[in-house]
């Protein structure tokens, strides 16, 4: 990949730029198979080979360093002198506080390669998916399936900078869309988007089961009562959930003083009963979605623990803020990897009335205070243990506030880029619904 006629004169054109203060080339290779499904015949497939070359470029501007980036393809190679020109105009337009590139370094060993996904074995394994798939569908009742869209592949991505560092890495990637529907008086769609690096990870008549039952169980769904009670939150909607912990915790905010957190201190979660937190950013979660040897800047893969038992205990930093902050940097954010909790997850749902979500339509916290509110597009409300599933309404509270009663559930699950609790469980959110 490195060896490339197209990078070799990226590399060269880089190299040889006497207005450049710095460069960095990011150069990948994907390729796989794809295919798709209508209903359960083959709609189409087709073979995937692409190159694409990421530059960054690097000016002095005064005081400040400059940056501008393109990428550059296989149809573009004629215009490599025109791009770089323009990439060192918009470089010398501005600027941040000068920083270094990260020199050369021994990266990690992670497991992101599962050979059954690269590119020669690609198509046999998209094929036992897909029959795996339709037996799963047919042995289903009250559903029949619409479509199926299945990508299995390998990336292969080196990255070089003018510092001398030259890296590697071999990733693998599959990932599935499931849709089905289900007929009735009030008919119903259930579509689900899974993804891993390895194949062995994607349990498809799982996939399949839970699309059904959720898809049955949406035609007679309704919206939740109002009020104020206990909400379970899926594993699926957790890395979202916590987005405000991951944007406070990061050296940027930091930098630039827009987070709320300060290292050594507690977090801003006022404990009522709730267990407490703890983060860890780790890239080298093997066959994690977010694992990395080096991240985009070339920083080794590395785990991190962010916050331990409710206190930050150091941000994760990328060189650029790392430096400001005179700080060793970690590397971009990675896997969230939790402890699991004290709570089965069947005993999250006690009491008088729970609402379990498994989905919400689209949860974005307010990054800085943590404020949500979002629709439910799968649930299912807990009463005295008669379980009903719901849909619509909304959920809504506060982030920190929460975390407070939040109780984790003691099962465990590998969701991706997600290592940690099934659920968890919060006391006294408000459910705007029936």
């Keep these: 990949m490195s060896g490339t006629p197209l990078a070799e004169s990226i ?9 450049l203060a710095a460069w960095q080339l990011r150069s990948t290779r994907r390729r796989g198979h794809q295919t798709y499904l209508v209903k359960t015949e083959a709609e189409s497939e087709r073979q995937v080979d692409g190159e694409v070359h990421e530059v960054a470029v690097f000016v002095k ?49 992670v497991e992101t390669w599962d050979e059954a996904l690269s590119y020669e074995r690609a198509r046999k394994t998209s094929t036992g998916i897909a029959d795996a798939w339709r037996a799963a569908v047919a ?8 479509s199926m869209e299945l990508y299995c592949g390998d990336e292969r991505a080196t990255l070089s900078n003018s510092t001398g560092l030259a890296v590697e890495e071999r990733t693998t990637r599959v990932s ?31 996939i399949v089961r839970r699309a059904a039952e959720e898809a049955r169980d949406l ?7 109002s009020g104020q009670y206990a909400v379970v939150i899926d594993a699926d909607e957790l890395t979202a959930f916590l987005d405000p912990i991951l944007q406070n915790s990061s050296a940027a905010a930091l930098y630039e003083k827009s987070s709320r957190f300060e290292v050594g201190k507690p977090l801003p979660i006022e404990t009522k009963g709730g267990e407490k937190l703890t983060v860890v950013s780790n890239a ?19 785990r991190v623990e962010i ?25 971009g954010f990675a896997n969230w990897e939790v402890p699991a909790g004290g709570t089965p997850l069947a005993e999250l749902t006690n009491g008088d009335r729970v609402l379990y979500v498994r989905s919400f339509s689209w949860l974005t916290p307010d990054a800085a205070r943590g404020n949500f509110s979002s629709e439910i597009r799968v649930g299912y409300l807990y009463e005295k243990g008669v379980r009903k599933p719901v849909k619509g309404g909304t959920v809504s509270g506060n ?24 659920a968890v469980r919060l006391e006294g959110l408000t459910i705007a619904g029936a």
């Design 11 to 19: 590399r060269s054109a880089l190299a040889g730029e006497k207005r």
């Design 61 to 109: 501007n005064g005081d400040k360093l400059g940056r501008a980036t393109f990428t550059i393809g296989p149809g573009d190679a004629a215009a490599l002198t025109q791009r770089l020109e323009q990439g060192v105009y918009m470089a010398g337009l501005g600027g941040d506080q000068p920083w270094t590139l990260p020199a050369a370094a021994d990266p990690p060993r």
């Design 139 to 146: 042995a289903e009742k009250e559903v029949r399936p619409s």
């Design 176 to 206: 599935l869309l499931t849709l089905l529907l289900a007929d009735g008086a009030r008919p119903a769609e259930r579509i689900l988007w899974d993804e891993r690096r390895r194949a062995a990870d994607l349990d498809v008549a799982t």
């Design 219 to 225: 035609r007679v769904a309704m919206p939740p009562p």
């Design 284 to 302: 080298t979660l093997p066959f994690g979605l977010s694992s990395y040897t080096f991240d985009f800047a070339g920083v080794p893969g590395r």
């Design 307 to 331: 916050v331990k038992d409710g206190t930050f205990v150091q941000p994760w930093s990328t060189k650029q803020f790392a430096d400001y902050l005179q700080a060793t940097p970690t590397g």
């Design 399 to 422: 982030v920190f506030a929460a975390l407070g009663t939040a109780r984790f559930a003691k099962d465990v699950v590998f969701r991706g880029d997600w290592f940690g609790p099934a």
